[in-house]
């Protein structure tokens, strides 16, 4: 137990450094932020999002309605590969580590399923929101 924690500690540790490293070594000041490019691809990304938005706001028409669209389209599209990483946590623990110990397969099952439920839900959750918004709202 202790070195389990130890390890996770250590880990934490080198990518917290790792990534204040990087950010000290990439560090500008504000000048150069607004001259570069990189500030305009902010600009660029912002403006993408908030046509979409209106996009959406447009197609359901009304605001709180086309939020609500615009919300569960972005998370139908990032849980899938968060949910197939959860799945693949789960079978590691199911057919890797559980091999031996009947508790870590079950709970390895118990991921699985909870992750595939994950999954159906914000799959299918926009199509719902889109037909009873778009189909019986009249």
Known sequence: ???KVSIIAIISIILFASMSIYSLSYAVTGEEVLNSTQATELVEIKESTRNNLNEYI???GSTPYGVAAYILNIVRIYSIPLCFVGIAIG???QYVL???KL??????????ITFVTILLICQVLPLIFAVVVNGWRG
């Open 98 to 100: 559980g091999i031996r």
């Open 58 to 60: 447009e197609k359901y």
């Open 103 to 112: 508790d870590v397969r079950d709970r390895g099952f118990m991921l699985i």
């Open 1 to 3: 137990m202790i070195k």
């Open 91 to 93: 079978s590691i623990y």
